[in-house]
């Protein structure tokens, strides 16, 4: 399928693709199959909780932001057929779904954060399966709407970090595909190349599966943007070579004091940064801080398959039965962020987000 014509018109002139939104007639949620790039553009409709926790598992939606607006809305659509029963049985459907679709991928703070949203807007509702339903699907819109939102305010918020003629280093994607927006880390880039800023973006390909050079690449491409795909090795040589002038990553959760979770190899970046002092900036929403965790070592890190690691394209690149360790993210100290900047400004060390 051809890719559709650029979308989200209220946040050009970024020309970013909707990773994640109701179908036309709100009765499933329509996402890209991130899985399934660069060489295929294929949407998805799913309507179960089993469709949304296996495109949520498979990465077939991705970023903190988006899993947790495809979690949200992927309730609301799994809950409606059974508008018609009992309010208990209702609320033990929307309960049920919460937990399984909450469990699918436990380090994105968003996604509970925005399950959570849904069942608190529910405790006042009333006994009425029809209004609660309502109120959800209008709650689960809020995420989506306040997302795209929250892209721009970081993008507006960090775009001064980004001059004309900034060589710029990110690692995963956190582009428009996480997103219901702009992105987080890829916002100030979109807003600085709008700007008619020259910039020059290295992209790791971000092992193991290739977030960087299958979706980063591919959107900061489609946007015009100069972009170059390195191996995650090369970045520290990189930056030694003086290639480098900053570097900006997502995040999957922010500590209280600042510690971040992202996509495994993060932490790497952080570190090469600090030794060839180079600016490493964290840009997220507001809604990846998590004021209740209180320092990264806290934070519950996702393994995943061996397969991810032992297979390229379905072929074996690991002799059979080698032990893997495979976490899908690493957590950088907070003593290595120079800055990190949400929706609500630009903040620097010492971090306390326990608020
Ligand atoms: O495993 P993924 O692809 O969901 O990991 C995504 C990341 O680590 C992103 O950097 C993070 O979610 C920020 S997205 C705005």
């Given at each position: 399928m051809t890719p559709p014509a650029l979308t989200n018109p209220d946040d050009a002139p970024a020309a970013v693709v909707t990773a994640v939104d109701w179908t036309a007639d709100g009765t499933a949620v329509r996402i890209v199959d991130q899985t399934r790039l660069p060489a295929d553009f294929v949407t998805l409709e799913l309507r179960t909780v089993e469709e949304i926790c296996e495109a949520i598992s498979a990465l077939r939606v991705r970023g903190a932001p988006a899993i947790g607006i495809a979690g949200a809305m992927g309730l609301v659509v799994a809950v409606a057929p059974f508008?018609?029963?009992?309010?208990?049985?209702?609320?033990?459907?929307?309960?049920?779904?919460?937990?399984?679709?909450?469990?699918?991928?436990?380090?994105?703070?968003?996604l509970r954060w925005a399950l959570d949203r849904l069942l608190r807007r529910m405790v006042d509702t009333g006994d009425d399966p029809g209004t609660i339903l309502a109120v959800i699907r209008a709650e689960a819109t809020s995420i989506r709407d306040e997302d795209r939102r929250m892209c721009r305010e970081i993008g507006e918020n960090a775009l001064h970090l980004v001059p004309d003629g900034a060589r710029v280093l990110t690692h995963c994607n956190a582009g428009a595909l996480a997103t219901g927006g702009i992105g987080t880390a890829l916002a100030p880039l979109y807003l600085a190349h709008a700007a008619g800023r020259r910039i020059q973006v290295f992209v790791d390909e971000t092992r193991p599966l290739l977030q960087g050079s299958r979706l980063t690449a591919w959107e900061l491409q489609r946007a015009g943007i100069d972009v170059t795909v390195l191996c995650d090795g090369m970045a520290a040589s990189l930056m030694a070579a003086g290639g480098v002038d900053l570097c900006v990553v997502g995040a999957d959760r922010i500590a209280a004091n600042g510690d971040v979770a992202n996509?495994?190899?993060?932490?790497?970046?952080?570190?090469?940064?600090?030794?060839?002092?180079?600016?490493?900036?964290?840009?997220?929403?507001?809604?990846?801080?998590?004021?209740?965790?209180?320092?990264?070592?806290?934070?519950?890190?996702?393994?995943?398959?061996?397969?991810?690691?032992?297979?390229?394209?379905?072929?074996?690149?690991?002799?059979?039965?080698v032990q893997v360790y495979n976490p899908a993210f690493d957590v950088t100290p907070a003593s290595l962020v120079t800055a990190i900047v949400t929706d609500r400004g630009l903040f620097r060390a010492p971090y306390d987000f326990s608020t």
């Amino acid at each position: 399928m051809t890719p559709p014509a650029l979308t989200n018109p209220d946040d050009a002139p970024a020309a970013v693709v909707t990773a994640v939104d109701w179908t036309a007639d709100g009765t499933a949620v329509r996402i890209v199959d991130q899985t399934r790039l660069p060489a295929d553009f294929v949407t998805l409709e799913l309507r179960t909780v089993e469709e949304i926790c296996e495109a949520i598992s498979a990465l077939r939606v991705r970023g903190a932001p988006a899993i947790g607006i495809a979690g949200a809305m992927g309730l609301v659509v799994a809950v409606a057929p059974f508008v018609d029963e009992s309010i208990d049985r209702f609320r033990w459907r929307v309960a049920g779904a919460a937990e399984r679709i909450g469990a699918t991928r436990p380090t994105a703070v968003n996604l509970r954060w925005a399950l959570d949203r849904l069942l608190r807007r529910m405790v006042d509702t009333g006994d009425d399966p029809g209004t609660i339903l309502a109120v959800i699907r209008a709650e689960a819109t809020s995420i989506r709407d306040e997302d795209r939102r929250m892209c721009r305010e970081i993008g507006e918020n960090a775009l001064h970090l980004v001059p004309d003629g900034a060589r710029v280093l990110t690692h995963c994607n956190a582009g428009a595909l996480a997103t219901g927006g702009i992105g987080t880390a890829l916002a100030p880039l979109y807003l600085a190349h709008a700007a008619g800023r020259r910039i020059q973006v290295f992209v790791d390909e971000t092992r193991p599966l290739l977030q960087g050079s299958r979706l980063t690449a591919w959107e900061l491409q489609r946007a015009g943007i100069d972009v170059t795909v390195l191996c995650d090795g090369m970045a520290a040589s990189l930056m030694a070579a003086g290639g480098v002038d900053l570097c900006v990553v997502g995040a999957d959760r922010i500590a209280a004091n600042g510690d971040v979770a992202n996509k495994v190899g993060t932490f790497g970046v952080a570190l090469a940064a600090r030794h060839h002092r180079i600016p490493f900036h964290v840009l997220a929403p507001s809604s990846t801080l998590d004021p209740a965790t209180p320092d990264g070592a806290r934070i519950p890190i996702e393994q995943r398959a061996a397969r991810e690691l032992t297979h390229v394209a379905g072929r074996r690149m690991a002799p059979d039965g080698v032990q893997v360790y495979n976490p899908a993210f690493d957590v950088t100290p907070a003593s290595l962020v120079t800055a990190i900047v949400t929706d609500r400004g630009l903040f620097r060390a010492p971090y306390d987000f326990s608020t």
